[in-house]
């Protein structure tokens, strides 16, 4: 921006002559201000009375300010670019995520799918409902909902005709993930239509759902929870959209399978309802979508999708408000010179700010309009990049909703709350600008460090360093969450705080220098510690940018990396690990054949899920404690102690059977206390603790005895080798024991590998969302922000120029400004990096140890270079554009 007169701004004479000395403020200067004037002398005049005239003088008052905030904005558009292009942006970011949530919530399911033939459809009661200690009911959706009864199939059967499913693991090798078996009688519950074949004869033939390329007669080789076999298919189906199928006779599925998960039921519902007492859940309608196997699936992946948006839209939040905030602060610091006019013309402080604030105003309800209309662009966009990487389900949209309107409505108000915000404080200095500072040519700043900057910064400061001192005196349960916190706390710290410790940055970067021929280093140093302000506000884009991306790449590889260790400390007696290979857990043969090689001891894990209420605790849960859900690990008793070590706080590994269990810290119980737990299914136990482990990162703290997994599969077999044991040949012959087809034997080194491939992949996804759309963001900030920096020094680069410099080197010093810009903030986030950090490295040693903390230097160099690049091109193209203005000319107009 220039330091020309604004055209924008039409001053007018005094309303009536000349004024009495000491009053030119309250009766000349604006036009907004003169017709408050003559408004409030027409009240007068009138004899409605004094409250009356100040009325209307106000109301009078308020227009002109409007009017003229309309008229600046015409003719001055160029200088409010920066704060609109900032917030439109930022509405457009929250907006966009608010789309997407409100589908999360609204979106219909698919209709449907399984049962999409079904009358009726009865199951197992899906929730676990137990009282809690409130007088009410904890309800919680069990991992594998209740089979039904033979006594209440009869009973079922009683209300007409049925069809019985029955659902289980069953893999194709070659076939896609997730397949599931199911008896071929149960297809004409979709209903399936045979493309080719016929349906199963014999136990040995399966039908194929349509997907794959086996044919009729092909031999193919099908993993089951009893072993690997060999089956003929008989037939394929056409593809469905809601599971792949294999399909199996009757007589072979119940023998794989002998429970009832469902049946379908051609008789009336309330004939249904009444057979089965309520003792079962019975489905019509849509409802019957509840019963699909991936309704569950589905679910989940829409909660998922609803806490990851959650957390990602509170990182844009901040991210957001800083820099609107900033950007409008900074716009207004940027006109100071031009408000002393209008107080030189005889507007009155009040009507300066009111100026401001209808500028804001105006600028806020443009920019979060344009950023709502962009929203509905990229709102749906989003949503089809989560479904694209397998985050949501592949079905999931955005459609309009009330919800969805709602929540646009709130951002486009958010939107215009933060633009008066932002520019509040800065209208407040704007109404005590001294009128003579229009007469000034120098744009040497005042003081950098305001009594808000000081309060404000460090009260984050406190808070931020309070949250990274107290995290890790609290258990897990705590902490984790506290130090997601730590670093926007420091952030917004170091950002307000920056302009004490820019002086000693520039310094030190440009000391190496400091001794080179030229005049360009003491330019640049000059030009950075003559305006701390402007650096300031240009490099706080850069520290959020950076800051953010190191401490939310660093926290979650550094939990990944801790939850990793944690498993290989409780495996690190074991010498080699047996795994599925693209299949859903190991057969019961496989894990058979394993333990009984000779010389060796194994452990079979099979995940699983219990619940529980646990133990008092008055600081989490000071009323009582609720019903939870706890993951758990289903080890056989006598291997547990043999292969596994765990970090034992009280008990012992040995007294671990069919009547005990094993525990975490969280629970809140002590060895030899009876709880009761719910298992998978909902049944109730009561067994002792025999042992109690240390509270960890991961899901390996309690442990049940094999009885009460469920029907999920194995999912790794741990072995040990036995003092004596040949090395070689023990491991040779757990090799070829693993050999099926659907797994294999790894160095237990190579396991936790794989572990931290899978866990990568699913942390890369879930940081591109938090991380990436914020960072997008702030890297538009940053070109905003020098833009606008760039645009206010037209005055100062003619100079530059008239001083003896030519055009290339006036770019080379404003490049090397914004070099050094970008140095400053990126210094300034490796401070908040390294508090950050050091807080988390703390908190991990206690809970692993051994435990490093990730520093990925390869994406936050990344970033930094991409902060550089945009500061160059965001600071040389449009000085290049200014110097193309001989600078004589723009000396005497004054840019």
């Not at 409605?48 to 600046?72: D, F, I, V």
């Not at 957390?311 to 100071?336: D, E, H, L, N, P």
């Not at 043969?589 to 008092?616: C, E, I, M, Q």
Request: with cysteine; charged share 15%; proline share 7%.
């Amino acid at each position: 921006m220039s330091d020309e007169e604004p055209t924008g701004l039409r001053l007018v004479p005094p309303a009536s002559g000349p004024q009495p000395p000491g009053r030119p403020a309250e009766t000349g200067g604006t036009g907004g201000a003169g017709r408050a004037s003559r408004a409030n002398k027409k009240g007068r005049a009138t004899g409605k009375g004094k409250a009356t005239g100040k009325g209307k003088a106000a109301k009078a008052e308020k227009a002109g300010m409007l009017n003229l905030a309309w008229h600046t904005l015409r003719t001055r558009w160029g200088a409010f670019v920066g704060p609109f292009v900032a917030l439109m942006l930022g509405v457009a970011l929250l907006s966009a995520m608010g789309l997407v949530l409100a589908a999360t919530a609204t979106t219909p399911d698919r209709g449907p799918g399984r049962f999409a033939a079904a009358p009726v459809v009865v199951r197992g009661e899906p929730d676990l409902t137990v009282p809690d200690p409130w007088g009410g009911r904890n309800k919680e959706p069990l991992e594998e909902p209740r089979g039904l009864s033979d006594a209440l199939v009869a009973k079922a059967r009683t209300a007409g005709r049925t069809v019985l499913d029955r659902s289980f693991p069953a893999q194709l090798a070659g076939g896609p993930d997730q397949q599931i078996g199911h008896a071929w009688p149960s297809a004409a519950l979709a209903p399936y239509r045979l493309t080719a074949g016929r349906p199963p004869a014999a136990d040995d033939e399966i039908v194929v759902g349509g997907f794959g390329t086996a044919k009729p007669g092909d031999k193919v080789t099908v993993l089951t929870p009893e072993r690997a076999r060999t089956y003929t298919v008989s037939g394929v189906t056409a593809p469905v959209s809601f599971e792949h199928a294999l399909f199996f006779s009757e007589r072979e599925a119940a023998r794989l399978s002998p429970r009832v998960d469902a049946l379908a039921s051609y008789g009336r519902a309330d004939a249904v309802r009444a057979a089965v007492g309520g003792k079962a859940q019975v489905l019509t309608g849509d409802g019957r979508r509840d019963a699909d196997p991936r309704a569950k699936e589905d679910s989940e992946a829409l909660v998922g999708v609803s806490s990851l948006l959650g957390m990602a839209a509170g990182v844009a939040a901040f991210v957001s408000v800083f820099v609107i905030a900033s950007t409008f602060s900074y716009s207004v610091v940027q006109r100071r010179r031009e408000l002393a006019l209008l107080r030189l013309a005889g507007a009155t402080p009040r009507q300066v700010r009111r100026l401001v604030l209808s500028e804001a105003k105006i600028v806020g309800i443009a920019a979060s309009a344009a950023g709502c209309a962009l929203s509905v662009l990229g709102g749906p966009l989003l949503a089809d990049w989560l479904a694209g990487h397998g985050i949501a389900p592949e079905w999931f949209s955005v459609s309009p909703s009330w919800l969805s309107v709602l929540l646009v409505l709130a951002a486009f108000a958010l939107g215009v709350l933060l633009a008066w915000l932002g520019a509040a404080v800065s209208a407040f200095r704007a109404g005590r600008v001294r009128p003579l500072e229009a007469l000034h040519d120098s744009e040497a700043e005042r003081k950098a460090m305001t009594l808000g900057r000081w309060l404000f910064g460090l009260t984050a400061l406190v808070c931020g360093i309070g949250l990274l001192v107290g995290a890790p005196l609290l258990p897990p349960l705590y902490w984790a969450g506290l130090t997601a916190m730590v670093a926007p706390a420091l952030i917004l710290a170091f950002a307000l705080l920056s302009p004490v410790v820019i002086p000693l940055i520039a310094r030190l970067v440009t000391a190496p220098l400091a001794r080179s021929r030229g005049a360009g280093t003491m330019l640049v140093r000059a030009a950075t510690l003559t305006s701390i302000r402007r650096t300031a506000a240009t490099a706080a884009p850069v520290l959020i940018t950076v800051g953010l991306a190191c401490s939310l790449w660093s926290t979650s590889g550094s939990i990944q990396t801790a939850r990793s260790t944690e498993v290989e400390h409780q495996v690190r007696a074991a010498d080699m690990a047996v795994v599925p290979l693209h299949a859903p857990g190991l057969s019961r043969a496989n894990v058979d054949r394993v333990r009984a090689v000779p010389g060796v001891d194994a452990a079979a894990t099979t995940p699983t899920t219990v619940f529980t209420v646990p133990g008092a605790d008055s600081l989490l849960y000071p009323a009582g404690a609720p019903l939870l859900p706890y993951p758990a690990r289903a080890v056989t008793p006598s291997a547990l102690a043999a292969v596994m070590k765990l970090p034992v706080v009280s008990g012992k590994l040995t007294d671990f059977g069919d009547s005990t269990i094993v525990v975490d810290e969280s629970w809140n119980r002590s060895v030899g206390d009876k709880v009761k737990i719910w298992l998978a299914d909902g049944r109730e136990v009561s067994l002792r603790v025999a042992a109690v482990v240390k509270t960890g990162l991961g899901d390996s703290g309690v442990f049940v005895s094999p009885r009460y997994a469920g029907t999920r599969l194995p999912d790794a077999v741990y072995v040990k080798l036995r003092p004596g044991a040949d090395p070689a040949a023990a491991r040779g012959a757990v090799a070829a024991a693993a050999r099926d087809g659907f797994a294999k034997a790894v160095p237990i080194g190579q396991w936790t590998a794989r572990v931290d491939a899978r866990k990568a992949e699913e942390t890369r996804l879930a940081l591109l969302v938090i991380g990436g759309i914020a960072v997008l963001y702030t890297g538009v900030a940053i070109a905003n922000t020098l833009v606008m920096s760039t645009r206010h020094r037209a005055r100062e680069l003619a100079l530059l120029r008239l001083s003896g410099l030519t055009p290339a080197q006036v770019l080379r010093v404003v490049a090397a400004e914004a070099l050094l810009v970008v140095t400053v903030g990126v210094v300034l986030a490796a401070g908040v990096a390294a508090l950050s950090l050091g807080g988390l490295w703390i908190a991990l040693r206690q809970i692993v140890s051994g435990a490093p903390v990730v520093i990925p230097a390869g994406p936050v160099a990344g970033i930094a270079a991409a902060c550089a690049v945009i500061a160059l091109l965001a600071t040389v193209a449009p000085a290049w554009y200014t110097l193309r203005t001989p600078a004589v000319r723009m000396t005497a107009t004054g840019g």
